[in-house]
């Protein structure tokens, strides 16, 4: 599996991006899915990340209400709806899938497969 993410740009205080993370090589069932961040100086985090096939969503609680993650399977795209943006949610942000369920992404950094990062950067 190889995972594309992008979307990702330079916007202000407020504004909205969606980043797209498609996947090729093979399908994403039955991949549970995650997006990560990483700003600079500080480790990578878990964001988002949605169970395959679809119909269960977590988050950290500085992105609830904010961002949502969603999944077109047909389309093998995860996709993360980021609305409202703060300059603190500037970061690296990068697409993964498991195998191993939403409970292992949530919890691990370590994943069967990355995407490369798309950068986001929201100025105050």
């Known amino acids: 599996v190889q995972l594309q993410a992008s979307g990702g740009g330079l916007v202000q205080a407020g504004d909205s991006l969606r980043l797209s993370c498609v996947a090729s090589?093979?399908?994403?069932?039955?991949?549970?899915m995650g997006w990560f961040r990483q700003a600079p100086g500080k480790e990578r985090e878990f964001v988002a990340g949605i169970h395959w096939p679809g119909d269960s969503t977590d988050y950290i609680d500085s992105v609830k209400g904010r961002f949502t993650i969603s999944r077109d399977n047909a389309k093998n795209t995860a996709y993360l709806q980021m609305n409202n943006l703060k300059p603190e949610d500037t970061a690296v942000y990068f697409c993964?899938?498991?195998?191993?369920?939403?409970?292992?992404?949530?919890?691990?950094?370590?994943?069967?497969?990355w995407g490369q990062g798309t950068q986001v950067t929201v100025s105050s």
């Open positions: 090589g093979r399908m994403l069932s039955p991949y549970s």
């Open positions: 993964a899938a498991d195998s191993r369920g939403l409970g292992h992404i949530r919890r691990s950094t370590t994943m069967q497969y």
